[in-house]
Structure formats: C-alpha cells, structure tokens
C-alpha cells in the first residue's frame, strides 16, 4: 500500500531534550516537506526537499533541522524543544513537486514541557 | 508575500444542501496552482480539487467544484448534496511556480459541519 508513515504518532518531552520525528515513504517520491499545524495558523511549511542531499528552508524553520540522506525518508530533528514547538506536525511527499498531489502522514502530535 | 485568506472560520449546513467556502489569495506571480484540501476528524490531510491557474476553466471532482476569478484572485470550493462525511476542516492552499522554490501556502481554514 501507497502511504506516508511518521513515528511517533504522539510524543510528550521536556524543554531542551532532542527528538526525532521519523517520516517515510515507500512510493519513490522525489519531493517531501514538513509542516506544522496551529490553530488558527492553518498549516506553515518548515522544510521541504527536492531530492537526496537537496533540503531548503520553509517558513518556519527556526529550531529544525531535517536531513535526506535517502529518498525514502526525511526525518525532522529538533536539537532543543521549546514549548512553543507544541503543535501537530505532517510529512507530506509527492512524486517531483509541489505541483502535483501531495501524499499526508497521519501526524504526529507533539507536546513540549 | 504570499498569503492565502479563509474569512469563514467555521460554517454548517444541512445534508443535501450546497455550501460554498471562500479563498482569496495575494500573489504577484502570473502562473501558480491552488488546491482544496480536506481534513476530517481522523486528521489525514486529503486533497480534494486542484486549479492551475492558466486554466480558464473551473476545475470540477465529482460534488466538488471552484469558482475560480483570477482577476479578483479568489478561489472558491462549492460541495453540492452535501454528505455526513464532507463535515472536515477544509484548507485552502497556493503555490507560486516561482523557479527554484517549492513553497506552499496555506489559509487558516474552515471548518465544515453538516447536520443530519
């Protein structure tokens, strides 16, 4: 079956503890992206990546790091978790970009103490 | 910079009837796509319909369709006999095709209750 997966699907830490968000996907897409989602915000775009080794800057990308060191997975590293990280964040990957139908994990709900 | 607007934080109708959720979007590019995205209680983001906009032509999928004004820069999404199942928070979403950049934008959203 055709899907994003994301680990973990819920994740409660404390300030300053690094964590890993793990997305994957098993459809041989070149593009994948990070986005979280506030209330009111809508969803705001941290990273993206057009192919291996290839990552830029979304609109929100201060306290993330991401790393593509294979196609199938893009995961997003945050060093020292701050509060206002709390949000509810998605993987999404499409075959070569944004222009064509993004494909969502399930989300990964995240909880900083 | 890129904004996309969604005035209607939350709207609800009956079954069976039409609704129309409202997007306006400021962009200073002349080629860009817009999409509506859905996403039910589950949270599974779903795309529903998209509109590339050198297409003239309002995109249709089904009982959902736009009402796209390139000039007025809105960008519409019109459920027809609506179901139990449309009730979701819908997105609105935009693209530039800016060369070298893969930013999209998304609108704060509306969420969507149909009544029984």
């Known amino acids: 079956e055709a899907q994003v997966t994301q680990n973990p699907r819920y994740l409660i830490t404390v300030t300053g503890k690094k964590l890993t968000v793990t997305c994957s996907q098993n459809m041989n897409h070149e593009y994948m992206s990070w986005y979280r989602q506030d209330p009111g915000l809508g969803l705001r775009q941290i990273y993206y990546?057009?192919?291996?080794?290839?990552?830029d800057k979304g609109d929100v990308p201060e306290g993330y790091k991401v790393s593509r060191k294979e196609k199938r997975n893009f995961p997003l590293i945050l060093e020292s978790p701050s509060p206002n990280q709390t949000s509810l964040y998605f993987c999404?990957?499409?075959?070569?970009?944004?222009?064509?139908?993004?494909?969502f994990g399930p989300g990964t709900r995240l909880l900083v103490l | 910079a890129q904004t996309v607007t969604q005035s209607q934080p939350e709207m609800s109708v009956q079954e069976a009837e039409t609704v129309t959720l409202s997007c306006t979007y400021d962009?200073?590019?002349?080629?860009?796509?817009l999409f509506w995205y859905k996403q039910p209680p589950s949270r599974q983001m779903i795309l529903v319909i998209r509109?590339?906009?050198?297409?003239?032509q309002n995109a249709t999928e089904n009982r959902f369709s736009v009402n796209f004004q390139k000039a007025a820069k809105s960008f519409s999404l019109k459920i027809s006999d609506s179901q139990l199942g449309d009730t979701a928070m819908y997105f609105c979403?935009?693209?530039?095709?800016?060369?070298?950049?893969?930013?999209?934008?998304f609108g704060q959203g509306t969420r969507l209750t149909i009544n029984p």
């Open positions: 979403a935009f693209i530039p095709l800016i060369q070298g950049a893969q930013k999209l934008v």
């Open positions: 962009t200073s590019e002349n080629n860009y796509y």
């Open positions: 990546s057009m192919n291996v080794e290839v990552t």
């Open positions: 999404a990957s499409s075959l070569l970009g944004l222009q064509e139908t993004q494909y």
């Open positions: 509109q590339e906009a050198y297409k003239q």
